[in-house]
């Protein structure tokens, strides 16, 4: 019961602030339990070339998370930003 509720307001909170923030919209679709419920935000944004690319980012990043899992007692070098 929580967990959808997590789930639609997750998606909401998605797909309002996408035309806005898209780097907020992500973080949102990232925090998703499941990875196909950002089907429905996708969706419902009008197509365009910036939310196809964020949609293959958004899959891309999903594909290399579960290819290279992290470890327990190790940061993974997706978590890790160098200057």
Request: hydrophobic share 50%; aromatic share 12%.
């Amino acid at each position: 019961m929580i967990a959808a509720f997590l789930i639609i307001v997750l998606l909401q909170l998605a797909c309002e602030a996408l035309p806005n923030d898209m780097t907020l919209s992500l973080a949102y679709l990232l925090a998703l339990p499941q990875v196909v419920d950002a089907n429905k935000c996708f969706e419902k944004q009008p197509p365009s070339a910036l939310s196809l690319q964020l949609a293959s980012y958004y899959y891309s990043l999903q594909i290399y998370a579960h290819l290279a899992p992290c470890f327990k007692d190790k940061c993974h070098p997706l978590y890790r930003v160098s200057f």
